[in-house]
């Protein structure tokens, strides 16, 4: 008879410990299609082929529209209005059957625009919310720029030229004259992150990223977390059919004394955002790459409205980027290091619409400039001008099923001097289906 009481007891106890905690939800998109691009460079410095260089692609891709992802999420009722909850996301790449993150720029995992190398390389983290009040998390998670950005970007972050706030991966790295360079960091490691609840329509969130190790570095091997944190605030305003959002962020990397001629590509923010600059000012070529220099500020700011008027939703945006030589820096190799090694500022105006219930389309218009550092002196370039258009549209087979068509264009004009890459134009576009569960 103790036996069945206990046997009882024990089911009971393992029956309520099951009830209390909800179900995991497995989540993912998969994207893949057709993508094509076409680009024209024009440089009166070069003389073969009257300073014009063309060139074009074209492949069976992924993630045109959605980056694909296999993700893992979770919440458990602690009682009372508090919850606990969790993420992990990876990315995928379908179209070669491997991890995103297996080949992507950020091999440490660090604060980055693009994902890391180990499983959990988009997201990873775990928190705890309290209804009426907010919430925070601990791990690997999305900046404030990147969350309020993607629910005012008109193209709703495309990874394909045209974007002037947003440069997906697609367009980061397709053919010259499509890139504007890259206005914001998208993810930030070892990060505290916090929410408020929306009160009266007001939200403000924070976000504090922390270094995991603290140490000088001595070779040209890749960065990692090495003498960087960073922290964001963002507020937004919800009002009826308007939407509001001002967002800013900073990153600080602290490593001084670094020989230029042995310096690594370490990116701002613990390694990982990278700058695109001229390799020179008097190269033949543009160069996309990392500034070498250590000891940077990196202060990024984002602006956007949107307002619903039922037939279409507009949307209106500008994104700042300033990256600043900290006091104290001493790089050997550099005769005149400027303060300022990088600025960018954009600004995009766009609209979405069903014509359909079943057909979704989009439109997007942007410009702005930025200007880099020659990466052997650190001196500053020319100013790069820069325009982009994007139109698209969506066909929905079902609520998580869709296949989408999109036509991006981006171009770029040096400022006085005629440097190299003066003048570029690209293009490009894509055909894809997309399925989410």
Same mark, same amino acid.
């Given at each position: 008879?103790?036996?069945?009481?206990?046997?009882?007891?024990?089911?009971?106890?393992?029956? =309520?410990?099951?009830?209390?905690?909800?179900?995991?939800?497995?989540?993912?998109?998969?994207?893949?299609?057709?993508?094509?691009?076409?680009?024209?460079?024009?440089?009166?410095?070069?003389?073969?082929?009257?300073?014009?260089?063309?060139?074009?692609?074209?492949?069976?891709?992924?993630?045109?529209?959605?980056?694909?992802?296999?993700?893992?999420?979770? +919440?458990?009722?602690?009682?009372?209005? +508090?919850?606990?909850?969790?993420?992990?996301?990876?990315?995928?790449?379908?179209?070669?059957?491997?991890?995103?993150?297996?080949?992507?720029?950020?091999?440490?995992?660090?604060?980055?625009?693009?994902?890391?190398?180990?499983?959990?390389?988009?997201?990873?983290?775990?928190?705890?919310?309290?209804?009426?009040?907010?919430?925070?998390?601990?791990?690997? !998670?999305?900046?404030?720029?990147?969350?309020?950005?993607?629910?005012?970007?008109?193209?709703?972050?495309?990874?394909?030229?045209?974007?002037?706030?947003?440069?997906?991966?697609?367009?980061?790295?397709?053919?010259?004259?499509?890139?504007?360079?890259? =206005?914001?960091?998208?993810?930030?490691?070892?990060?505290?992150?916090?929410?408020?609840?929306?009160?009266?329509?007001?939200?403000?969130?924070?976000?504090?990223?922390?270094?995991?190790? @603290?140490? !000088?570095?001595?070779?040209?091997?890749?960065?990692?977390? !090495?003498?960087?944190?960073?922290?964001?605030?963002?507020?937004?305003?919800?009002?009826?059919?308007?939407?509001?959002?001002?967002?800013?962020?900073?990153?600080?990397?602290?490593?001084?004394?670094?020989?230029?001629?042995?310096?690594?590509?370490?990116?701002?923010?613990?390694?990982?955002?990278?700058?695109?600059?001229?390799?020179?000012?008097?190269?033949?070529?543009?160069?996309?790459?990392?500034?070498?220099?250590?000891?940077?500020?990196?202060? !990024?700011?984002?602006?956007?409205?949107?307002?619903?008027?039922?037939?279409?939703?507009?949307?209106?945006?500008?994104?700042?980027?300033?990256?600043?030589?900290?006091?104290?820096?001493?790089?050997?190799?550099?005769?005149?290091?400027?303060?300022?090694?990088?600025?960018?500022?954009?600004?995009?105006?766009?609209?979405?619409?069903?014509?359909?219930?079943?057909?979704?389309?989009?439109?997007?218009?942007? @410009?702005?400039?930025?200007?880099?550092?020659?990466?052997? +002196?650190?001196?500053?370039? @020319?100013?790069?001008?820069?325009?982009?258009?994007?139109?698209?549209?969506?066909?929905?087979?079902?609520?998580?099923?869709?296949?989408?068509?999109?036509?991006?264009?981006? +171009?770029?004009?040096?400022?006085?001097?005629?440097?190299?890459?003066?003048?570029?134009?690209? @293009?490009?576009?894509?055909?894809?289906?997309?399925?989410?569960?």
């Amino acid at each position: 008879m103790k036996k069945s009481l206990f046997a009882v007891a024990a089911m009971s106890a393992i029956a =309520g410990a099951a009830q209390a905690q909800s179900s995991v939800t497995v989540y993912g998109v998969i994207d893949a299609g057709y993508i094509g691009a076409n680009a024209t460079a024009y440089n009166s410095k070069v003389a073969t082929n009257g300073g014009i260089v063309k060139s074009t692609s074209s492949q069976f891709g992924q993630g045109a529209q959605s980056t694909s992802r296999l993700g893992f999420k979770g +919440t458990e009722d602690l009682g009372g209005g +508090t919850s606990a909850f969790f993420t992990i996301e990876a990315g995928l790449t379908p179209a070669n059957a491997s991890l995103s993150g297996g080949t992507a720029v950020d091999a440490v995992q660090g604060t980055s625009t693009d994902s890391g190398s180990a499983l959990n390389n988009r997201q990873s983290f775990v928190g705890l919310k309290k209804n009426g009040l907010g919430q925070f998390a601990f791990g690997r !998670q999305y900046t404030p720029i990147y969350e309020e950005g993607a629910k005012t970007d008109p193209t709703a972050y495309m990874n394909m030229t045209g974007g002037v706030i947003y440069v997906g991966g697609n367009q980061s790295g397709a053919e010259s004259g499509q890139s504007t360079n890259i =206005g914001f960091t998208n993810r930030a490691s070892n990060a505290l992150t916090a929410a408020s609840d929306t009160f009266a329509g007001f939200q403000v969130k924070g976000m504090y990223a922390m270094n995991n190790t @603290n140490t !000088q570095m001595v070779s040209s091997s890749s960065g990692g977390n !090495q003498n960087w944190n960073g922290w964001g605030l963002g507020a937004n305003y919800t009002w009826q059919k308007l939407y509001l959002t001002a967002n800013y962020q900073s990153f600080v990397t602290k490593v001084t004394g670094v020989d230029l001629a042995a310096a690594p590509s370490y990116n701002i923010g613990g390694g990982q955002t990278p700058l695109t600059v001229q390799a020179s000012a008097t190269s033949s070529a543009s160069s996309a790459g990392y500034l070498a220099f250590t000891n940077l500020a990196d202060k !990024q700011t984002y602006l956007a409205g949107t307002y619903d008027f039922g037939i279409l939703k507009a949307y209106a945006q500008w994104i700042g980027r300033k990256v600043t030589q900290n006091s104290g820096q001493t790089v050997t190799g550099a005769s005149t290091l400027s303060s300022t090694q990088f600025n960018r500022n954009a600004q995009q105006i766009g609209v979405r619409s069903y014509i359909t219930p079943a057909i979704e389309a989009w439109a997007s218009v942007g @410009n702005g400039r930025y200007r880099g550092a020659d990466l052997s +002196t650190g001196v500053q370039l @020319n100013t790069v001008s820069f325009t982009a258009y994007q139109i698209g549209s969506n066909y929905y087979l079902s609520k998580r099923t869709n296949l989408y068509a999109a036509f991006g264009s981006t +171009t770029t004009t040096s400022g006085s001097g005629g440097t190299a890459g003066s003048g570029t134009n690209g @293009n490009q576009y894509a055909i894809g289906a997309r399925h989410t569960f």
